[in-house]
Nanobody
């Protein structure tokens, strides 16, 4: 079992910055991908950015050039640096790990979410 805990959310003014962190604990055999999703009120959860085990990244068009995803392999930690925040970035942000166990079975794990509110 893997547990994910996000932190770093909060209230920030438009144009400001926040850095989200996701810490993993539990038995992890091999991480395939790590990602950040977000869900705004009344909207579906959407992919914000993803990073593979090889270090390749991709991000939603709406955040390209403003958000940067990174990872610490040694600590199984995931980060999201968010700059030039806009009101439309307001959402609950979730981290997601896709993990392979020793039997080759793929599992997906979610954190509990952290609220990001961009408002003046």
């Amino acid at each position: 079992q893997v547990q994910l805990v996000e932190s770093g959310g909060g209230l920030v003014q438009p144009g400001g910055s926040l850095r989200l962190s996701c810490a993993a604990s539990g038995s992890i055999f091999r991480i395939i991908t790590m990602a950040w999703y977000r869900q705004a009120p009344g909207k579906e959860r959407e992919l914000v950015a993803q990073i593979t085990s090889g270090g390749s990244t991709n991000a939603a068009d709406s955040v390209k050039g403003r958000f940067t995803i990174s990872r610490d392999n040694a600590k199984n930690a995931l980060f999201l640096q968010m700059n030039s925040l806009k009101s439309e970035d307001t959402a609950v942000y979730y981290c997601n790990f896709k993990v392979l166990n020793e039997f080759g079975i793929l599992y997906g794990y979610w954190g509990q979410g952290t609220q990001v509110t961009v408002s003046s």
